[in-house]
């Protein structure tokens, strides 16, 4: 009996091992990762602005329809985020609708942080407790979300942008929902 | 066109360096196995030559790639990649490990210096044990270096070459995270060697104080390299992140956090294998858990997979790769612990207060602390690979609160008892009595702080207590050594001189994690000032005024800068000057914020300049963070202990053993 003990860190770990093997192993035959949320409508919410940022708009559901939009889920801790930002300010210069939703984040470091980086977001949803997150699927941040006129989410992007995926996705799908 | 072609051969030659030294592994991860197996000294003695070529192979490796920094060759990818011409000569140079690929060939370079070192200089190790050991080393070199090779390769070219590089992310510019990869390597790594070892005492199923005294010198070393870069790194985002924040329990420092926390349980478990010849099986464990956790640290914030599991995805070839390395070292080695871990002989019983049961206690809350991270870590990660997309949760602060403090404060208490201890059978009266003076500091300091600062949280005094503790504890260990007060001066002056280095090395690293909880306990008392400036201007913070005098733009050597000039003053005395910068990288199209920081012994006047408006005001934010330099501070106290106690005698690595001087005999006498 007591030789099993020994074998207890191993079985740990095989364990373990297992449960992170066995949906990687089933996902790897792609690279993209099909989101459960693609072409369908964004979920319903409604998100208050960043509190004491008075000059700034909260975000919900009704911002979405209309014209078509980019949500982009940040964090003023979250160095990717700080690494994707010129592209994001770089997709409101160019004239399309930014949004943003602020995952887990103190308001005072937010703004901050916004202060230090500039603020391309026509509109913030603070997210302080994550719910909104979880209901469209975040995993981690960044992601960011394109969305067309009827509210829609229609391509997701998981982890920074990079300047090729500025060009090769974001650029060609939001012309295309423009259309 | 001489010299182009000298550079094409340059990269070559590393290329080709690098695909030899893959070879030279495979020889040198069975071979000498084999030997040791059917007791063939021939076989065995291959290990050393395999050591010293691969190491000789990587390092021309290591730095063909980093002429290749150097000299700007954008024909080769990675230099494309993290590199421009404009660039600083440092930041070429650390370039050369601040990419993925040139991270892994640093990695496992350090590796083979190691494996050379021991190779070299470990003459006097039992020829089995030193055979079978660096085989084990052979065995990750290999893995790293057919990851490298076949994934990750820093040395793919671009054909045709471009004209210019796409620069380093300004973020990483920087000297603080320039030395930041290599010292967290170099804990990484050295932890290796205690892998190597354990699985080498498995396979040969012995392990004894001898083997003990073998593996301390090198976790000892790992351990205090390790503190240094994890310091490094939280210094580097406390200035340059530029809120005033030093730890945010995000998944890329736990990664660094885990290995330390068990490392320092293994450094001090190895101990008592050494003096008391039991906890056998549970150090082995220790190796081979603490190297694991430098694995997945170094494989997983490489890939991302901590941030979003969904990176594994997005490159499955490394993906696969990284985990079946992890798949096959943790499980492997694990696999051999539960087969040979039974047929160690198993140590005797021991008093629950003695140095040995304080020792224990210590790695019982340590591995706790450990467990708390690493399942706060990756649940969510688990929760997400489970669901396949579906349920999320996200672990932050205050999960680490509320578990790992909580299990912090009895160690830290227990911290300054423990070395007090007898081996064997300690006293436990006698150890507090002893301890009298730290308990007097603690309280002192304690009602101090509650009556300095009456505001604020209430815990924070208590915390500043506790630092007196360890501190005063930790200098008692030498005062207790030296009989100081009960002796002579003269006489304690005598025994001090006679200590081990080791005792020296264990009062700074105790009083060193005092010094860096005083430093954590005075960030309760951040102050913090967010407003609006225009020049001429003045805001308040902690008693100091900062008059904005100007703001005036420039070129860097690589970058733009906004400028602001603030004056501090007290009173209408002027106290110096602090200039809070706003920097642009036109290549990548990036910014950073340079803080000022104004250090006294006090604590940092930190000073962030934001963004202006059309007015001409500027966001400024101002934070006074109360003993925020003591944690790095006595961070390096910590490590300083660690190569302190590096230099003991007792531990050099291949120095045959001598006998100790008379003095110390004497020393280590009156200490017992």
Redesign the interface.
């Known amino acids: 009996m007591r030789k099993l003990g020994y074998a207890v860190p191993a079985l740990l770990f095989l364990a373990i091992a297992l449960l992170f093997a066995t949906p990687f192993a089933l996902r790897l035959d792609s690279h993209i990762l099909p989101s459960a949320l693609i072409d369908l409508p964004a979920p319903e919410f409604a998100l208050p602005p960043i509190e004491g940022r008075p000059q700034t708009l909260g975000l919900a559901t009704a911002d979405l329809s209309g014209k078509p939009s980019i949500v982009n889920v940040f964090a003023s801790w979250c160095v990717p985020c700080l690494a994707e930002h010129p592209m994001i300010s770089r997709l409101a210069e160019e004239g399309f609708t930014v949004y943003g939703i602020d995952h887990r984040d103190p308001p005072d470091a937010v703004g901050a942080w916004l202060d230090r980086n500039g603020n391309p977001y026509a509109r913030i949803g603070a997210d302080r407790d994550a719910s909104v997150s979880i209901d469209w699927g975040v995993t981690g941040v960044p992601e960011t979300f394109l969305i067309d006129r009827k509210g829609r989410i229609r391509h997701k992007i998981v982890g920074p942008m990079t300047p090729d995926i500025f060009a090769e996705e974001v650029l060609p799908w939001m012309r295309e929902l423009a259309r | 066109m001489e010299r182009g072609v000298g550079q094409a051969m340059i990269v070559e030659l590393g290329h080709f360096a690098l695909v030899l030294g893959l070879m030279v592994a495979l020889v040198q991860a069975w071979l000498p196995l084999l030997g040791a197996a059917r007791g063939d000294r021939a076989l065995m003695a291959v290990a050393v030559p395999a050591a010293q070529t691969q190491a000789l192979l990587l390092l021309i490796a290591f730095f063909a790639l980093m002429h290749a920094f150097v000299v700007s060759d954008f024909s080769v990818a990675n230099v494309f990649n993290n590199s421009h011409t404009a660039k600083p000569l440092l930041y070429k140079v650390a370039g050369t490990w601040a990419s993925h690929e040139g991270s892994m060939l640093l990695w496992v370079l350090i590796l083979a210096l190691f494996g050379a070192a021991v190779a070299s200089f470990g003459r006097n190790l039992p020829p089995e044990l030193k055979a079978r050991a660096l085989a084990v080393q052979g065995m990750i070199a290999l893995a790293f270096l057919a990851f490298i090779v076949f994934t990750s390769n820093p040395f793919a070219r671009i054909d045709p070459a471009p004209l210019e590089g796409r620069d380093l992310?300004p973020?990483l510019q920087d000297p603080g995270l320039a030395f930041h990869p290599p010292l967290l390597y170099l804990g990484y790594v050295g932890f290796s060697m205690a892998f190597s070892f354990a699985a080498a005492a498995l396979i040969e199923g012995r392990i004894d104080a001898a083997w003990a005294r073998w593996v301390r010198p090198w976790t000892l070393a790992a351990w205090a390299c390790l503190t240094g870069g994890i310091a490094l790194g939280s210094w580097w985002a406390y200035y340059e992140?530029?809120?005033g924040?030093w730890w945010?329990w995000?998944p890329?420092e736990n990664a660094s956090f885990m290995p330390w926390l068990l490392g320092t349980a293994l450094l001090h478990s190895a101990i008592v294998v050494e003096k008391r010849d039991t906890l056998r099986?549970w150090t082995i464990?220790l190796a081979?858990?603490t190297f694991s956790l430098s694995l997945m640290g170094t494989f997983l914030v490489r890939s991302?997979v901590l941030?979003?599991?969904?990176?594994?995805?997005?490159d499955?070839a490394r993906?696969?790769f990284i985990?079946g390395i992890?798949?096959i070292a943790?499980?492997g080695s694990?696999?051999l612990?539960?087969i040979r871990?039974?047929t160690l002989k198993s140590g005797g019983l021991f008093a629950p207060i003695s140095r040995e049961g304080g020792l224990l206690l210590n790695n019982l809350l340590l591995a706790a602390a450990a467990a708390t991270v690493f399942i706060g870590t990756?649940y969510p990660?688990?929760i997400?690979?489970?669901s396949?997309?579906?349920?999320?949760v996200?672990v932050?602060p205050p999960f680490f609160n509320a578990t790992f403090v909580p299990i912090m404060i009895p160690l830290l208490l227990a911290l300054a008892v423990g070395p007090m201890l007898a081996w064997k059978r300690g006293n436990l009266s006698a150890a507090f009595r002893r301890l009298a003076p730290a308990a007097a500091a603690a309280m002192a300091v304690t009602l101090l702080a509650f009556l300095l600062a009456p505001r604020g949280p209430v815990l924070a005094p208590f915390g500043l207590g506790l630092a007196a503790w360890l501190v005063v504890g930790g200098l008692m260990t030498l005062v207790e050594r030296t009989g100081l007060f009960a002796v002579t001066v003269s006489q304690s002056w005598a025994r001090l001189i006679g200590l081990p280095r080791g005792a020296f090395g264990l009062a700074l690293a105790h009083a060193g994690i005092g010094i860096v909880v005083a430093g954590i306990s005075g960030s309760a008392w951040q102050e913090?000032h967010?407003v609006s400036l225009k020049t001429g201007e003045r805001l308040t913070i902690a008693g100091t005024v900062l008059s904005f005098v100007a703001v005036t733009e420039g070129d860097g050597q690589n970058y733009q800068y906004l400028r602001g000039e603030f004056v501090q003053l007290r009173g209408e005395r002027i106290l110096g000057q602090m200039w809070p910068e706003?920097r642009s990288y036109p290549v990548?199209?990036?910014?950073t914020?340079e803080a000022a920081i104004d250090t006294s012994v006090l604590g940092d006047l930190y000073l962030?300049l934001?963004?202006g408006d059309e007015s001409g005001a500027y966001?400024v934010?101002a934070y006074f963070n109360p003993l925020a330099p003591w944690m790095w501070i006595g961070a390096l106290i910590m490590m300083f202990g660690g190569f302190v106690s590096l230099t003991d005698t007792r531990y050099r690595v291949g120095a045959p053993a001598r006998a100790p001087s008379r003095a110390a005999v004497a020393a280590a006498a009156a200490a017992e």
């Open positions: 992310n973020l992140l530029g809120w924040g945010f995000d890329v099986a464990l081979i858990l991302g941030t979003s599991v969904h990176t594994f995805a997005a499955p993906g696969l985990l992890l798949v943790i499980g694990l696999t612990f539960a871990a039974p990756l990660l688990l997400d690979a489970l396949q997309g579906g349920d999320k996200s932050g913090e967010i706003r990548t199209r990036t910014g914020t962030v934001g963004e966001t934010r």
